[in-house]
């Protein structure tokens, strides 16, 4: 990767209007995803950040400002794994072949060389010994980590996730979370990340996003920048007191204006 | 002369309407499958009724303009656009205010109304409706019987073809759309493909055996357990069983023909029922 094509963006939205039919959730986003960036698009629940998602990855058109992605940029996606009806009869390849098999015309089947990548992929999240197995029966933790793989198996240049750790028990999600950040970590792999648990991502996510389509909330730092008091009481709607731990991943300044941290 | 002697002696009069039972069978048992994991089982019911709707409405047409001859395929192809229509509009409707079974439920019920309000107005052919509804398949002509192998046809090989499109939007139509699939596109050819698969056989089994073949092979095939691609090879399986022998059993039994193929439907889907209850 060179110098300058580590610095454009994979995808970004200028002066975006975010939302759907003719309702306005978010105006003037600014939010640019760099090569190795890690983002976190934090708040409450129905706040916006699903829709915001969408627009990002080009599935909804902004209602305003506009989305700049190179043709080339490839796109990994993991939806709420709950979106996905276990009554199909698929098994965990059969599912993660569907991220190769996205990238192939419409009439070609996948081959070897797509089923070595799936089984890689699966390989890579720990669950090429449930390939097999139904995806149905697999547990939450497990059934995330195949659509996990299912991203990577297309080769991304760019994860999305949206909620990977929702309703998950303490241990499945930082399991999920530590797959997440050793990908990102070992391929430089840009992540953004959707979550309504601030403290479920803010210690692996290098920039934080702050997002409530009801008080039309759209703020974007640095992590040590939005975990201060003022920016956590922005999204929280009330004063906010730091624990120590929080405190201490604080910085004095404030996150830098625009979508740039 | 023994039953089965005058059954083989009479296959002039049964073998067309048997083998348009088993295409049938074939045919919607397959489609069945994405039909029940889509969770629109009532959409083949709406669909069904609108089939049955598009052929009255061509028998009024042509009694008020006072044509006398059959006129078998123009009726045919009314009711394939009113079932297609209804499979893209039923298929495809999202309300965020309403169920989609709101939707569903209006069009079979409006759909069904129409048919008794048109069936009213009919003077000469209201007594081909009994066996549009109810299933007849005594009377299968060989243009209907080729006019079904058409479109088992081309159903089979677009669907062939489009396979991982068309399991990939169906499974998880929001990825499928991050990753460029053009799931607009290949719901449109899904839905088509059903619309377009019931008229005839509608025309030839009658819309009950239809339904229940749309929907009782898959479900049966389901619940025994294979993979997707075994799931489509029993389900079409089980539809040809129960339509071929539902169709053997109404001979030799002088049962109705379309609610004899409904009840050994049901009964191909017990052993899958069974095997899900001992895996438990």
Partial sequence: ?261 | MSALDTFLSAREIWQIPLAASLVAGALLGALGVYVVLRRTVFVSAALTQLSTLGMVAALLVEERIHLEAEHASEQLAVAIAFSVAGALVLGAWRSRRLPAEASVGAGWVVASALVVLGTSRLVHAAHDLSGMVFGNAVAVTGGELAALVAVFVLAAVVHLLFEKELVFSSFDPETARALGVRVGLWDTVLFASVGIAIPPAARALGALPVFALLTLPAAGALLAGPRLRGAFLLAALAGVIAAGGGYLVSWFAETPTGATMVVVAAALALPGLALRALRR
């Fill in chain 1, 1 to 261: 990767m060179t110098a300058e094509s580590a610095r454009r963006p994979l995808v970004a939205l200028e002066g975006a209007t975010v939302g759907y039919g003719r309702r306005t959730l978010l105006a003037g986003v600014d939010l640019a995803i760099l090569p190795g960036d890690f983002v976190a698009l934090v708040g409450p629940n129905g706040g916006g950040k699903t829709t915001l998602l969408r627009t990002l990855l080009g599935t909804l058109p902004p209602l305003a400002g506009r989305r700049a992605a190179p043709d080339r940029t490839r796109i990994g996606y993991v939806p709420q794994r709950d979106l996905l009806d276990a009554i199909w009869p698929l098994s965990a390849f059969d599912v993660a072949l569907m991220g190769r098999a996205a990238h192939l015309p419409p009439w070609r089947r996948p081959g070897a060389s797509d089923r070595d990548a799936v089984l890689g992929a699966l390989e890579r999240v720990g669950m090429a010994d449930v390939a097999r197995r139904r995806y149905g029966d697999l547990s939450g933790g497990q059934r995330q980590r195949v659509l996990i793989a299912r991203a990577l198996a297309g080769e991304p240049e760019l994860l999305a996730l949206d909620e990977p750790t929702n309703g998950m028990d303490p241990a499945a999600e930082l399991s999920t979370m530590e797959v997440i950040d050793a990908l990102h970590a070992a391929n430089g792999l840009a992540v953004v990340l959707v979550s309504h648990r601030i403290e479920s991502v803010a210690a692996h996510a290098s920039t934080l996003a702050f997002v409530d389509k009801d008080r039309r909330l759209f703020r974007v730092g640095p992590v040590g920048g939005m975990l201060r008091p003022e920016e956590l009481a922005a999204l929280f709607g009330r004063p906010v007191k730091l624990g120590p731990v929080a405190a201490a991943m604080a910085e004095p300044s404030g996150p830098a204006p625009g979508g740039r941290p």
